[in-house]
């Protein structure tokens, strides 16, 4: 929408697209304001990239508005001393700019990401690398307060946060949703779920809540409504699931452990004829080794 402005309007889409800076800066400055003598929002930390994501917007009329994105998230990534020559590089990339993250969390944040299951790793890729012109993409409003909130959480954590967004993305993609709508891009608000992750208790009960929610068509999309009932859970450190809804979890589980066996197997190399072999003769040996006649000469051998 912006490049259209700035190359189809001419001298005054360009005025405007000025404008639509400035403006910009002007929110940014305003966020967490409290009088006129500064922003406690544009620090060092935060002021930076936005200033570095400007830089790149004004780009529009030369570059895609593809190409103008994953800059300014490469550009993200080396101030981090992120790397960014692949595509699971570029999802951890875009995961450190909703969680906001600075030079001292890049360690935590690396730890996190490869103690998910390479199935995890996969989706979370494939949804953070969708860019909603050549394949649909899910737009997660209220996602980095959804992050920041299970950090927070002692009961949630990165790790369990990370999961049950796998598992809501699945959902998404199963349910067929941007094919229904027939949309490149199909926005989903997570503001009740950001909310819930904040209050709950129990690892269990934040691992159900996919389980216990609705996707409910809004004007603009879709909304993840937490069930009532579970919401009164949220309190509960201990907690029995309800067996058919546990059964389900488990189900979604094992298909997700089952998809990344089948992943890693595809990935892994075959083995070489010299490999071969020598399974073969180990395989050989154990056999030899639990017959009769040789447990017997190891007995004889012990007396």
């Given at each position: 929408?912006?490049?259209?402005?700035?190359?189809?309007?001419?001298?005054?889409?360009?005025?405007a697209?000025?404008?639509?800076?400035?403006?910009?800066?002007?929110?940014?400055?305003?966020?967490?304001?409290?009088?006129?003598?500064?922003?406690?929002?544009?620090?060092?930390?935060?002021?930076?990239?936005?200033?570095?994501?400007?830089?790149?917007?004004?780009?529009?009329?030369?570059?895609?508005?593809?190409?103008?994105?994953?800059?300014?998230?490469?550009n993200?990534?080396?101030?981090?001393?992120?790397?960014?020559?692949?595509?699971?590089?570029?999802?951890?990339?875009?995961?450190?700019c909703?969680?906001?993250?600075?030079?001292?969390?890049?360690?935590?944040?690396?730890a996190?990401?490869m103690?998910?299951?390479?199935?995890?790793?996969?989706?979370?890729?494939?949804?953070?690398?969708?860019?909603?012109?050549?394949?649909p993409?899910?737009?997660?409003?209220?996602?980095?307060?959804?992050?920041?909130?299970?950090?927070?959480?002692?009961?949630?954590?990165?790790?369990?946060?990370?999961?049950?967004?796998?598992?809501?993305?699945?959902?998404?993609r199963?349910?067929?949703?941007?094919?229904?709508?027939?949309?490149?891009?199909?926005?989903?608000?997570?503001?009740?779920?950001?909310?819930?992750?904040?209050?709950?208790?129990?690892?269990?009960?934040?691992?159900?809540?996919?389980?216990?929610?609705?996707?409910?068509?809004?004007?603009?999309?879709?909304?993840?409504?937490?069930?009532?009932?579970?919401?009164?859970?949220?309190?509960?450190?201990?907690?029995?699931?309800?067996?058919?809804?546990?059964?389900?979890?488990?189900?979604?589980?094992m298909?997700?452990?089952?998809?990344?066996?089948?992943?890693?197997?595809?990935?892994?190399?075959?083995?070489?004829?010299?490999?071969e072999?020598?399974?073969?003769?180990?395989?050989?040996?154990?056999?030899?080794?639990?017959?009769?006649?040789?447990?017997?000469?190891?007995?004889?051998?012990?007396?």
């Open positions: 929408m912006l490049q259209d402005l700035v190359t189809k309007e001419g001298a005054f889409g360009a005025r697209f000025r404008l639509y800076l400035v403006a910009f800066v002007g929110v940014m400055c305003g966020l967490e304001a409290r009088d006129c003598s500064g922003s406690r929002f544009l620090d060092q930390n935060t002021g930076t990239p936005i200033m570095d994501g400007l830089r790149v917007l004004q780009r529009l009329q030369q570059s895609s508005p593809y190409a103008v994105y994953w800059q300014n998230i490469a993200r990534a080396r101030r981090l001393s992120l790397p960014a020559n692949c595509a699971p590089d570029c999802a951890v990339a875009r995961l450190a909703l969680l906001r993250a600075n030079a001292a969390d890049v360690s935590a944040l690396k996190v990401w103690s998910l299951a390479p199935g995890d790793r996969t989706a979370l890729t494939d949804h953070f690398l969708a860019d909603g012109i050549v394949e993409a899910y737009v997660l409003t209220f996602l980095p307060m959804y992050l920041a909130n299970g950090q927070a959480n002692p009961a949630v954590g990165l790790r369990r946060g990370l999961e049950v967004l796998v598992e809501l993305i699945e959902s998404l199963s349910g067929g949703f941007a094919d229904n709508m027939q949309k490149p891009t199909v926005t989903v608000d997570l503001q009740d779920l950001a909310v819930f992750v904040r209050t709950v208790e129990s690892p269990a009960v934040f691992m159900a809540v996919v389980v216990h929610s609705t996707l409910v068509p809004t004007s603009s999309g879709l909304r993840v409504v937490v069930g009532t009932k579970h919401k009164q859970n949220a309190a509960h450190v201990i907690w029995a699931a309800d067996p058919v809804q546990e059964t389900m979890a488990l189900t979604r589980q298909h997700r452990k089952i998809l990344a066996m089948e992943q890693l197997l595809l990935a892994s190399p075959s083995p070489s004829e010299e490999e072999t020598a399974i073969e003769q180990s395989m050989r040996l154990q056999r030899e080794q639990d017959s009769p006649d040789a447990r017997e000469a190891v007995a004889s051998f012990r007396l």
